[in-house]
């Protein structure tokens, strides 16, 4: 029979490590010289990847350097850049509409490039996704005010600290080292206007060394958040045109009854 003392103190034990597991999170890493490397973290993935940055599809959204720790957001209002941002950027106002969308096992993707400027060892230890329904920039310039640039979408660390450790990147530049695939259905069934709901992404590092990091869209992939709007989709497939002709028949059947009606009415002498 088990002792009821050593039971609770077990149990105690359990309890008191969860808040521990909690705030310390998981390490992951990746090799991003490895194409089969790919990372999963609360639902999205950090996927190697090798397309050129120096094509015509692929629109610079921000860059972030500085020593050690750096951090950023796309912004690109009046304001001096916020946090560790730097300039050279493309498009960094991105409405949401425009963002690219991959399919990966059979889900559909938000993507997001990455180019690292590292030697090695480069830690991501935040990422976030957020939704903003105003269509001007937002300015933050402190990790607390985060949350002013619109609804959390997507949260690295949802559940814990987690980190991300890019152990070797290929050499040289001019070439993506990852992507970062958000799931499409994070952005569904909010309240957002789609025609001025701007996206906002910001990443946070340790352990930089080297130039700047750049975070781009790739503008080539022919599916984009825009095309999978539930007022974008066509109607006219079988089961429309069944509806469509089963409404005609009813409309003209309608018009066949009142015709009759009419036909048949009959004036009363006085």
């Known amino acids: 029979?088990?002792?009821?003392?050593?039971?609770?103190?077990?149990?105690?034990?359990?309890?008191a490590i969860l808040p521990v597991a909690a705030v310390y999170g998981t390490a992951y890493s990746i090799d991003l010289t490895n194409p089969s490397a790919s990372v999963t973290v609360n639902g999205a993935q950090f996927n190697y990847d090798n397309i050129s940055s120096g094509s015509g599809s692929y629109t610079d959204m921000f860059r972030i350097h500085a020593n050690s720790t750096?951090?950023?957001?796309?912004?690109?209002?009046?304001?001096?850049a916020p946090f560790d941002?730097?300039?050279?950027?493309?498009?960094?106002?991105?409405?949401?509409?425009?963002?690219?969308?991959?399919?990966?096992?059979?889900?559909?993707?938000?993507?997001?490039?990455?180019?690292?400027n590292n030697s090695s060892g480069l830690v991501l230890t935040d990422f976030r996704m957020y939704v903003?329904?105003?269509g001007t920039p937002v300015y933050v310039?402190?990790?607390?005010?985060l949350s002013s640039l619109g609804t959390l979408i997507y949260d690295f660390n949802a559940g814990g600290a987690n980190t991300?450790?890019?152990?070797?990147?290929?050499?040289?530049?001019?070439?993506?080292?990852?992507?970062?695939?958000?799931?499409?259905s994070l952005v569904f069934g909010q309240n957002f206007n789609w025609s001025t709901a701007t996206a906002y992404f910001y990443a946070k590092f340790t352990s930089a060394d080297g130039g700047f990091e750049e975070f781009a869209i790739d503008k080539s992939q022919p599916t984009t958040i825009s095309s999978l709007l539930p007022e974008a989709r066509p109607i006219w497939g079988g089961a429309g045109m069944v509806a469509l002709a089963?409404?005609?028949?009813?409309?003209?059947?309608?018009?066949?009854?009142?015709?009759?009606?009419?036909?048949?009415?009959?004036v009363l002498p006085v």
């Open 1 to 15: 029979m088990s002792n009821p003392f050593v039971t609770k103190i077990a149990l105690c034990a359990f309890l």
């Open 132 to 134: 903003n329904n105003s």
């Open 164 to 184: 991300l450790t890019m152990t070797a990147f290929k050499s040289g530049s001019g070439t993506d080292d990852m992507t970062i695939n958000i799931p499409v």
């Open 70 to 80: 750096q951090e950023g957001y796309n912004y690109d209002g009046a304001s001096a």
């Open 141 to 145: 310039n402190s990790t607390g005010s």
């Open 85 to 116: 941002q730097v300039g050279g950027v493309g498009v960094p106002h991105q409405l949401v509409t425009g963002l690219p969308v991959v399919t990966i096992g059979g889900t559909q993707y938000i993507r997001l490039n990455f180019d690292a």
């Open 246 to 266: 089963l409404g005609g028949m009813v409309v003209a059947r309608r018009r066949r009854q009142a015709a009759s009606e009419t036909s048949e009415t009959k």
